[in-house]
């Protein structure tokens, strides 16, 4: 068996079992169990694979098929440019979430405080630990989770302190200048609607807010109001639907707020700034990031 043969007869495969993008997935698991990248794929078509690699090249075929996200098989995602290591405890972190990136780096002034709230793998909290001059705090109330936060933290040299916490509930009122976070949004009832790879593989405790999926961020808000310091930034991702609720939720103790769409043109980060002092103007600005 050749690396082309192998690749024909991955595709093949996966496109049989409706997998998305079958050729660049039957190429990234066969560099997966190869330990290569891809270049090599092409420079050494003729290859011949050794059987150890081709069982192993088979079993990542087998558990794609069956909806496992590529991810969870190689065990990575790559996120502003750096590399995170994910397992089944974390969410795999999404281009959208690039967005909340760009929004911080934008408010994150030097030597501010930033905690990401939720922090899963910790792809926001190492990257603004790394592209901010910050000192950055991640909460998160999985454990498992924040332990692969802190492992991709020490591999990329990032410094982000850890805190076990639902939200934000250990941190004093006003300590922080920034707070940022993808919280969970998804509703129980849009639980159908998932696409499997989501549905039946990424942790639920990630995903999931409650009835309506805007449970978190009601209270991610009130507790924003009390951590953050006069003037400081609420920064987060919003679903797909959310942010008429959102809107609901931000009253006249916030200014400044204003939302960015992702490359779907989708509302996707909220930004507000808690009051100096109270405020009577229209909290709600709607300009573009
Ligand atoms: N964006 C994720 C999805 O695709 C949900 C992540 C979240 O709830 N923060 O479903």
Redesign the pocket.
Known sequence: MTVKTALDQGTRLLEDAHVAVPRLTAEVLLCHALRRERVYLYSHPEAELSEHIWIHYGRYLHERMRGKPTQYITGVQEFYGREFVVTPDV?IP?P?TEHVIDAAIERVTRGSRVVDVGCGSGAIAATIALECDASVWASDISLAALHIASHNARRLGASVHYVAADLLDPFPAGSMDVVVS?????GLGDRES?QRE?RDFEPEV??YAGPTGNEIYQRLIREAERVLRPGGWLIF?L?YRSLDAVRAMLDQRWSEVSTGPDLAGIPRVLCGRLSTEMSTSAPFANRAL
Request: avoid cysteine; hydrophobic fraction near 45%.
């Open positions: 969410l999404r959208e993808n919280p969970p949004y998804v998932l989501v990630a995903l991702e679903g």
